[in-house]
């Protein structure tokens, strides 16, 4: 025999009347946090709540979780639309621990994800990754600084999305930008005014793990330097994997063990860079491609070989 619980026979009641029972209250659209904030309630503009993880719970999906004054914040977990801004009121800091990201991003396939102002810093190459993008339609990542960990600012969408990351700083982590889409995912996304310094690696872009008609990705007016054991910027991918492109514009390359690397399934173009002081200046395998538009400069790498990569005419 089925029980009838007290909140399902007023449901029937209202219901037998022609009445519909009221839905819950749904969460504010804007919440702060502070400080000297306390988690409870709903994080209104007077009485903030303390970390993002607690304003995240009470704020309704696609609004706003807003910082009043510098502190630390606590790692995140984000599954629905937000954003979590600082407009420049001091660091508004997220301190991860071994083993954990800190701000973990799985959203639903439509949702949109903005961080603002945020600065994420781990424990050195044993903490994860310092924001990791899981699941979701849009990433918008600007004017953060993340640096300790062993992954920057992962890209591992499983599901098709797009991303943009700017005016954002990712430093002496294992890798500093990695866009490495899962399944059958099509990404496209756009680094602009970004460094990636004084990590192993700096911005490497994989499609060997998706099999999605394509991986695209426009890095411009931005810097990846002094990554002494790994590349600037790399591209690769795999026989029946997802293509890889990479347009590289008006980027510094500098002080790198390689500074371009195009490998299998990879496409990379460069137009008005400077490619400098690195081991190698361009390197190629398998049926990596790098076009030069011929409007670069390179020099100063201990082999120059940027004259021997294919040249193409612009438009």
């Known amino acids: 025999m089925t029980k009838i619980t007290p909140s399902q026979a007023i449901a029937g009641a209202l219901l037998a009347c022609g009445l519909a029972a009221a839905p819950a209250q749904a969460g504010p659209n804007r919440t702060f946090v502070s400080g000297t904030g306390t988690d409870s309630g709903t994080c209104t503009r007077t009485a903030p709540c303390r970390t993002f ?89 600007e004017n953060c600084v993340i640096r300790n960990f062993q992954g920057g600012i992962v890209i591992l969408a499983s599901t098709s999305s797009s991303f943009s990351v700017s005016n954002t700083i990712a430093s002496n982590n294992a890798g500093g930008i990695g866009v490495e889409p899962f399944g059958s995912a099509v990404v496209t996304g756009v680094l602009s005014h970004v460094i990636a310094d004084d990590n192993n690696a700096g911005i490497s872009v994989a499609g060997t793990f998706t099999t999605g008609a394509s991986l695209n990705v426009t890095v411009a007016d931005s810097e990846t330097s002094n990554n002494a054991s790994g590349t600037g910027i790399s591209g690769i991918s795999a026989l029946g994997a997802a293509p890889v492109s990479v347009l590289i514009r008006h980027v510094v390359v500098r002080n790198n063990n390689s500074g371009l690397d195009a490998e ?24 990596g491609v790098i076009f030069t538009y011929g409007n670069n400069d390179s020099n100063g790498n201990t082999v120059d070989n940027f004259g021997t ?3 193409i005419a612009t438009q």
């Open 53 to 141: 993880a607690f304003a995240l719970s009470v704020t309704t999906a696609g609004g706003e979780i807003d910082v009043l004054d510098p502190a630390g914040y606590g790692t995140v977990t984000i599954n629905q639309a937000i954003s979590i801004v600082n407009d420049g009121v001091g660091t508004a800091g997220i301190t991860a621990g071994s083993g954990l990201n800190g701000v973990t991003i799985n959203a639903g396939a439509s949702d949109s994800v903005h961080l603002r102002g945020l600065t994420i810093v781990g424990p050195g190459t044993t903490g994860s990754n310092g924001i990791q993008f899981n699941t979701g339609g849009n990433l918008e990542i």
């Open 264 to 287: 299998a399934n990879s496409t990379l173009r460069v137009d008005h860079s400077v490619v400098t002081g690195n081991g190698t200046a361009a390197e190629t395998s398998g049926s």
């Open 309 to 311: 990569l294919t040249k």
